[in-house]
């Protein structure tokens, strides 16, 4: 089962994404979201928190984020690939 | 004056920025290095942090990494792009 806070960025326009992170903030019980991706698509993942931010959620922490490197096997050859994980989360009110 | 440790990344291949940020890290006073990206770039700095922290510094802590909103000035219009900034830093060692 797919975590419902958890969004994968591909190759869709940027503002699909975004979208697609408001709804989870909307319908998931936790208070994160957490933006995961691969190669090209990273800067894609950077825009849609970045948008995210500042234009519909006023409410965030400073994101947390993290690189790390995947190991992807193609026809017989391994190719390593980077990946960035954003998390954003809302801050607690008190 | 452009501090030593802080390296752009643009449109160059990866290994250049690889060999810079190695440069940087010999050069510098400071035990750190900063890298800088906006838009596409963003990916290739996320490969450039990678290989050297997999390939040629084991010695790094958990990079620290903020993304953040500029706004560029183009033709009267202004446009909003997102920036990465990685910073690599050497374990103390004690």
Redo the contacts between chains.
């Keep these: 089962m797919r975590p419902d806070n958890i969004v994968y960025i591909g190759r869709k326009p940027t503002m699909s994404y975004v979208m697609a992170i408001l709804s989870a903030f909307n319908n998931s019980t936790s208070d994160s979201v957490v933006i995961k991706a691969r ?5 894609t993942a ?2 849609a ?2 948008i995210c931010r ?1 234009r519909y959620l006023s409410d965030l922490d ?2 947390e ?5 995947e190991q992807l096997e193609n026809e017989g050859e391994t190719r ?1 690939v ?1 990946c ?1 994980n ?1 998390t954003l989360r809302k801050a607690n009110k008190q």
Tied chains: 1, 2.
């Design positions: 190669g090209r698509a990273i800067s950077v825009d928190a970045e500042n400073t994101p984020i993290t690189i790390e490197t390593n980077s960035i954003i």
